[in-house]
Nanobody, 118 residues
Framework: VRIVESGGGLVQPGGSLRLSCKVS????????IGWYRQASGKEHELVAY???????TYEDFAQGRFAIFRDNEEKTVDLQLNALQPGDTAVYYC?????????????WGQGTQVTVSS
């Protein structure tokens, strides 16, 4: 599997970013795809994931601020980040969530850095 994340950057509090993930080398339709993040000194945490049919699930901190989108033809999964706060600063990664507690199925990609700061 090859995972390429993009779209991160530096944004002021209250701002927005759209992250994109391109997955190749696997049968895309076989997997729910999600976004995780890892803040400095912390473990990876799940942000949201979406199944082949477009049903999305969000962690509590993401509900209402973030939105996940899946394009099965392009084999991409985007994460729209809105109302960003400094606590959202992290490296964001794309992966397939396994069974509860939804650890990643694949190795991690390079991730994309999101920094929220004034």
């Amino acid at each position: 599997v090859r995972i390429v994340e993009s779209g991160g950057g530096l944004v002021q509090p209250g701002g927005s970013l759209r992250l994109s993930c391109k997955v190749s080398g696997i049968n895309f339709g076989d997997y729910a795809i999600g976004w995780y993040r890892q803040a400095s000194g912390k473990e990876h945490e799940l942000v949201a994931y979406v199944n082949y049919g477009g049903l999305a699930t969000y962690e509590d901190f993401a509900q209402g601020r973030f939105a996940i989108f899946r394009d099965n033809e392009e084999k991409t999964v985007d994460l729209q980040l809105n109302a960003l706060q400094p606590g959202d600063t992290a490296v964001y990664y794309c992966n397939a969530p396994g069974p509860v507690p939804h650890g990643p199925v694949w190795h991690w990609g390079q991730g994309t850095q999101v920094t929220v700061s004034s």
